[in-house]
């Protein structure tokens, strides 16, 4: 990271993962007293167990040996404001996840927030993003201004979760504030019966890079019952923004389709699109993979390529094409899984229903 540049934590907490979410919760923010603070929480009334931040004015705390599927509450002192978060189910027990992205460039601030305070209606137990968090990563101040002050009703409560795109930078302050093993933009973590996958489509994917290898092996070892990508660039788009990556379609949906991957997300195009189940670039209700850009958390719309101008693939496996700022709500009940797109009123536009055997 360029040493002009001192990143701060935002005021107000934010969550992610240490390792496993269901015994562990990071909790990061910012402070103008560099003393170390009492973080109290508990899973009762009481908040009757403590742990001691760094010092500094930047903290960060780790808590772990947790108990699965657990509501716990906290508070940074002994007067804080009370917080509460969720961790993971160990079993296979019902659980909801928030999804969508795409608030950066020439984003409506007024969408942003009607879309933030919806979301704690779906009660999720984390918020995932399909990238462009911000217009430019490499700026100090538009991430404060931004992402963090937007989200700041919802950062203290539910982990974010977030991909890598485009616009959100070269990777320094992304990496300093969604910091993964290795500080790589690739990771993966299974929550309940569910193994989601963040891939990196700015980074080098192809076949015998680290991240291509790092796909592989965790398909191959992965026994959940479900398997979900999330990544930026969508390999099946007929939408006017930047169409369909085929790069991304010839190296990494091979892999999807070899590993049983169940639903590729992606966000880049400001729209929301729902493809057929598709295998080797055909429909295949038994066999394909379901791809759903959900890119309209805010920015400028796109909209969708002209029916007469598709290709003749193209019109067999579109699904779903809408000009519209939305986010996806998604519950997964053990062997059912269900997406709902909700536009800014919380409207329903689509509902896909995956059942697996």
Request: charged share 20%; hydrophobic share 35%.
């Amino acid at each position: 990271m360029p040493s002009k540049i001192k990143p701060t934590f935002p005021r107000r907490p934010y969550l992610s993962w240490v390792a496993n979410p269901a015994t562990t919760i990071r909790i990061r923010y910012s402070s103008t007293a560099k003393k170390a603070d009492v973080i109290f929480y508990g899973n009762k009334l009481n908040l009757n167990q403590r742990l001691i931040s760094n010092y500094g004015t930047q903290k960060e705390v780790n808590l772990s040996g947790l108990i699965p599927g657990t509501s716990y509450r906290y508070r940074i002192g002994q007067n804080g404001k009370l917080y509460s978060f969720r961790t993971s189910p160990r079993r296979v027990v019902p659980f909801s996840f928030v999804i969508y992205g795409d608030y950066s460039s020439g984003g409506n601030r007024r969408i942003k927030l009607r879309l933030y305070r919806r979301i704690p209606k779906e009660h999720p137990g984390f918020i995932l993003f399909t990238g462009d968090l911000v217009p430019n990563g490499n700026n100090l101040g538009i991430w404060k201004n931004q992402f963090f002050a937007p989200v700041g009703g919802l950062s203290p409560y539910f982990p974010l979760v977030p991909t890598h795109g485009n616009h959100d930078g070269a990777g320094s302050l992304f990496n300093y504030y969604f910091r993964s093993p290795g500080r790589r933009r690739w990771d993966s973590f299974v929550y309940a019966n569910a193994h989601f996958i963040l891939l990196d489509t700015e980074s080098n994917y192809s076949p015998g890079s680290p991240q291509y290898r790092f796909l592989v092996r965790t398909l191959q070892r992965s026994r959940a019952g479900w398997k979900l990508v999330c990544l930026h660039q969508p390999p099946y788009s007929t939408n006017r923004g930047h169409h369909s990556n085929l790069k991304v379609r010839a190296v990494l949906c091979p892999i999807f389709e070899k590993y049983g991957v169940n639903i590729v997300f992606s966000g880049h195009n400001h729209c929301y699109e729902r493809t057929q189940p598709i295998y080797q670039n055909r429909v295949n209700l038994k066999s394909g993979v379901t791809y759903i850009a959900t890119g309209g958390g805010g920015a400028a719309l796109h909209p969708p390529v002209a029916r007469n101008n598709l290709s003749a693939a193209e019109k067999k496996w579109i699904s779903v094409r809408l000009k519209i700022h939305h986010y996806l709500s998604v519950r997964i009940t053990g062997k059912k899984l269900i997406v709902t797109a909700k536009n800014s009123n919380g409207k329903i536009i689509d509902r896909l229903v995956k059942t697996r055997l």
